[in-house]
């Protein structure tokens, strides 16, 4: 059982713009504006793509955008690609015993 | 290049102890925190532990509290897991990653196998 709840899936089609939820408490998402959102590749390390919840790293496509209201932090892809096809991960520090917690992860399929 | 390469991997039985590395390049190692963080096969990323720059500061998921250690060498360039007592739910790829717990971890190593089984 993660600490955060997202998604076990979602998908779209080419061009078309997905939003990835990711549910905490008041401990962790909506205590901190530290959530994180990693894509993972099979058999690869994971990357990360928002920091800071809107944040985008250097060579992050600005196709990636992230946002949080309340216990509720949420991944937007818009534009989709068939390269965007992962599995993608939230984070959030927490001030509970376990200071970084994650969500299960969600499968993006692009159709 | 920036990279982290992890080693140390492998089978051991319940129980049993193994020591985990991760080493640095192309950056300041001593300036950043360091963390281990871990997939069980077919499962989600799991934060295990973190440890600040100067080592500080040291902080384990509930899981592992006491039965692994986090270290590091900055002089190697080298980040440490100490596991003892292991179990079977420990069974996992361990990557190291680097950032601090609140702003997110942004390198990653490939990972090291850890399988625990009789």
């Known amino acids: 059982q993660s600490a955060l709840t997202q998604p076990a899936s979602v998908s779209g089609s080419p061009g078309q713009s997905i939003t990835i939820s990711c549910t905490g408490t008041s401990s962790d998402v909506g205590r901190y504006n530290y959530v994180s959102w990693y894509q993972q590749h099979p058999g690869k390390a994971p990357k990360v793509m928002i920091y800071d919840v809107s944040n985008r790293p250097s060579g992050v496509s600005n196709r990636f955008s992230g946002s949080k209201s309340g216990n509720t932090a949420s991944l937007t892809i818009s534009g989709l690609q068939a390269e965007d096809e992962s599995d993608y991960y939230c984070?959030?520090?927490?001030?509970?015993?376990?200071?970084?917690?994650f969500g299960g992860g969600t499968k993006l399929t692009v159709l | 290049e920036v990279q982290l390469v992890e080693s140390g991997g492998g089978l051991v039985k319940p129980g049993g102890s193994l020591r985990l590395s991760c080493t640095a390049s192309?950056?300041?190692?001593?300036?950043?925190?360091m963390n281990w963080v871990r997939q069980a096969p077919g499962k989600g990323l799991e934060w295990v532990s973190s440890?600040?720059?100067?080592?500080?500061?040291?902080y384990y998921t509930d899981s592992v509290r006491g039965r692994f250690t986090i270290s590091r060498d900055n002089a190697e360039n080298s980040l440490f897991l100490q596991m003892n007592s292991l179990r079977a739910e420990d069974t996992a790829v361990y990557h190291c990653?680097?950032?601090?717990?609140?702003?997110?971890?942004?390198?990653w190593g490939q990972g090291t196998m850890v399988t625990v089984s009789s």
């Open positions: 192309g950056f300041t190692f001593n300036t950043y925190s």
């Open positions: 990653a680097r950032g601090a717990m609140r702003n997110g971890f942004d390198i």
């Open positions: 984070s959030s520090y927490s001030s509970s015993s376990t200071p970084v917690v």
């Open positions: 440890i600040s720059g100067s080592s500080t500061y040291i």
